[in-house]
């Protein structure tokens, strides 16, 4: 039987070791935690449990998959529920918007609070669904870099309406054209930052992004998020994947110019194939050393990070649900603080997310577990120290200011991830959430593609390669690998 190693069990990793373990691959996991899911991870506080990386779940139908692949009913290891309420969004001024998941209630009721014409709130939605379905085939669901995939009708049709995908202008630009409500137009610019992008300067096909939210939902793993991540790692447990914790890996071994194998701190490994989860980035710097690097993918610009602030808050607040955003007031200063000054705005739009909302014992009775996270540059020696100190006091004066409360009295404990504990925890070069930004036009092109063009049997999956960041992303990764491996 062929052999294959993959090198960390962050999601893309055990999604891939499912999709190699499935076509006859043997399969071991080399993970440098102690834990399976790196970003996708958990902790408990004093009472407290907090998902500690991604609280958004979208297109739950690409982890059943895994399940349905080996014929397990996806309900016996994973369950969820869809959201009636996306996300509730406040801005300093007293306004308050709840946007649903149905789409026809999502217009009638933004229309009616932003001054919009339900017409231009239709038109924008179904445009952003046609960019989706002629793109999908093409960015998400292949890999960009083999000849195949230009040769496909989906691709010859997306090439030929490209004048309709809007890559040539920003997505703030799409989004100022189509909507008066200022308000409406930070709405759905914040959607840039579910890559990690800046919605001034990244591409206005990113208006499908939320056309994924409102077409497939968004939804709540039982037990949290990190049951994502949990469930696939039982589910490969199961199946016979291996996964070695504790063990890092510090070389892919390349003979001939084939990948032949992996050494880790603890031992050497053969294989017949080789797959990378960890950071593309770090990938070559640290694995690859002796190897020609892809000096232009590997120099693209990171995308944001994160500062967060886990904490227990002794109190409910009913008008407050498990998504909650508190917009900035001057959103394009914002980005610019981030990308260009790479700092912290000092009036940050935050996010909170509180799971205690739809799993209640994540917090004492009386109490939520509030995530609060603002975007924030990438670690590039910032003094990490000074600029938590700061962010934290114009978190909580935003908060006290929207919501009318006194914050610091009900914080009961708290735990702090920065990018270079984003870094630490699971190798991602300079914290970045989602590897490279998509702030150009040409990013998606330059993301790494999902094998190496130089050395045979060498393969790449997870957030930093093509098609991107995110879960849904990283599992299609996973599935693109699973695509190019040689079958037995
Ligand atoms: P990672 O999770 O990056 O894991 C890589 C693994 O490789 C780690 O376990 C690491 O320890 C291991 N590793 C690294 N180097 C080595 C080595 N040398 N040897 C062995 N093992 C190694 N996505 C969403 O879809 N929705 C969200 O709401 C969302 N919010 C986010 C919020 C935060 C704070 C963060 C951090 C991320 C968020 N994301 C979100 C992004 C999402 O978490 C990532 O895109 C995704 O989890 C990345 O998965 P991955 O497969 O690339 O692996």
């Known amino acids: 039987m062929p052999n294959a190693i993959v090198i960390g069990a962050g999601i893309g990793g055990i999604a891939t070791a499912l999709r190699l373990k499935k076509i006859g691959y043997e399969v071991t996991v080399l993970e440098a935690n102690s834990y399976p899911g790196g970003k996708l991870h958990t902790k408990?506080?004093?009472?407290?449990?907090?998902?500690?990386?991604?609280?958004?779940?979208?297109?739950?139908?690409?982890?059943?998959?895994?399940?349905?692949?080996?014929e397990v009913e996806p309900q016996s290891f994973f369950q969820y529920s869809k959201k009636n309420v996306i996300c509730n969004y406040f801005w300093e001024d007293g306004t308050t918007f709840s946007a649903n998941g149905n789409s026809d209630v999502f217009i009638k009721e933004a229309a009616k609070t932003f001054g919009e014409s339900e017409t231009h709130l239709k038109d924008y939605i179904t445009g952003n669904a046609k960019k989706y379905d002629l793109t999908a085939a093409l960015f998400l669901e292949k890999s960009l870099h083999k000849v195949n995939t230009y040769l496909s009708s989906d691709t010859v049709k997306a090439?030929?309406?490209?004048?309709?995908?809007?890559?040539?202008?920003t997505l703030n630009t799409i989004n100022e054209k189509t909507f008066q409500s200022r308000k409406l137009v930070q709405l759905f610019n914040r959607f840039a930052t579910y890559n990690g992008s800046s919605p001034y300067q990244t591409p206005g096909i990113m208006s499908m992004i939320p056309h994924l939210e409102m077409h497939y939902g968004t939804f709540f793993p039982k037990g949290g998020m990190v049951q994502i991540s949990k469930s696939l790692y039982e589910l490969a447990v199961r199946q016979g994947v291996i996964f070695?914790?504790?063990?890092?890996?510090?070389?892919?071994?390349?003979?001939d110019k084939k990948a032949v194998g992996a050494v880790s701190d603890k031992r050497d490994y053969m294989a017949d194939i080789t797959v990378s989860n960890m950071d593309i980035f770090p990938t070559y710097k640290n694995l690859l050393q002796d190897q020609p690097h892809p000096t232009k993918v590997l120099e693209q610009e990171r995308s944001s990070s994160a500062l967060i602030f886990y904490w227990g808050i002794s109190r409910e607040f009913p008008e407050l649900d498990l998504h909650n955003i508190l917009f900035s007031e001057n959103y394009k200063e914002e980005f610019s603080a981030i990308f260009n000054d790479r700092t912290i705005y000092n009036d940050p739009t935050i996010y909170i997310n509180i799971t205690s909302k739809e799993e209640h014992g994540d917090a004492p009775a009386g109490h939520e577990n509030w995530f609060v996270m603002i975007n924030v540059p990438g670690n590039y020696g910032q003094d990490w120290e000074q600029l938590k100190t700061a962010a934290r006091e114009w978190i909580i004066s935003k908060i006290n200011s929207v919501l009318g409360v006194d914050l610091e009295g009900l914080i009961t404990t708290e735990h702090i991830l920065d990018p270079i504990g984003i870094e630490r925890d699971t190798s991602s070069y300079r914290g970045a959430l989602y590897g490279a930004a998509s702030n150009?036009?040409?990013?998606?092109f330059l993301r790494h593609p999902n094998f190496s063009n130089s050395i045979k049997n060498l393969y790449f999956c997870g957030g930093s390669v093509h098609p991107g960041g995110g879960i849904p992303l990283c599992l299609?990764?996973?599935?693109?690998?699973?695509?190019?491996?040689?079958?037995?």
Do not use: W
Request: glycine content about 6%; hydrophobic content about 45%; cysteine-free.
């Open 244 to 255: 070695k914790f504790n063990e890092r890996v510090q070389h892919i071994k390349v003979e």
């Open 44 to 70: 408990d506080v004093n009472g407290y449990r907090f998902d500690l990386g991604p609280s958004l779940f979208t297109m739950p139908h690409l982890v059943d998959e895994l399940f349905q692949l080996f």
């Open 159 to 169: 090439i030929l309406q490209i004048g309709k995908l809007d890559v040539d202008t």
């Open 476 to 488: 299609l990764s996973a599935k693109i690998v699973g695509d190019l491996v040689p079958k037995f």
């Open 440 to 444: 150009s036009k040409f990013a998606a």
